[in-house]
């Protein structure tokens, strides 16, 4: 299952106010970079996830948000750095640039 158009022009657009954002699709999924430094990643079912480093990681998880793990068939779950957004950023891009802001000074 690949991400929809739609869900990409969405992601570009909320995250718009940083600027110039680059996509790039992998493994089903898309990257987006700002200045070239990834900063979230657009999961396949339309999920929005930032990429947590340092303190930042603390900021994320006292908002409440999860981190991504998965698990390959028969293996052991697999954690990686990133975590949902705050659901209050879907709809306000100036709240979701403020966190993509927060996540790309700790990367």
Do not use: N
């Not at 700002?34 to 900063?39: L, N, R, V, Y």
């Not at 340092?54 to 779950?77: H, M, N, Q, V």
């Amino acid at each position: 299952m690949a991400v929809s158009q739609g869900d990409i022009d969405r992601a570009v657009e909320l995250f718009s106010g940083l600027g110039d954002i680059a996509t790039r699709k992998m493994m089903g999924g898309l990257c987006l970079y700002h200045e070239g430094t990834i900063f979230a990643i657009l999961m396949s079912d339309g999920a929005l996830l930032l990429k947590g480093a340092g303190d930042f990681i603390d900021e994320l998880e006292a908002a409440g948000c999860t981190r991504w793990t998965y698990s390959r068939e028969g293996g052991k779950p697999t954690a990686m750095p990133y975590w949902s957004m705050p659901d209050a950023a879907f709809d306000d891009p100036d709240l979701a640039c403020d966190w993509a802001r927060r996540a790309l000074a700790h990367l």
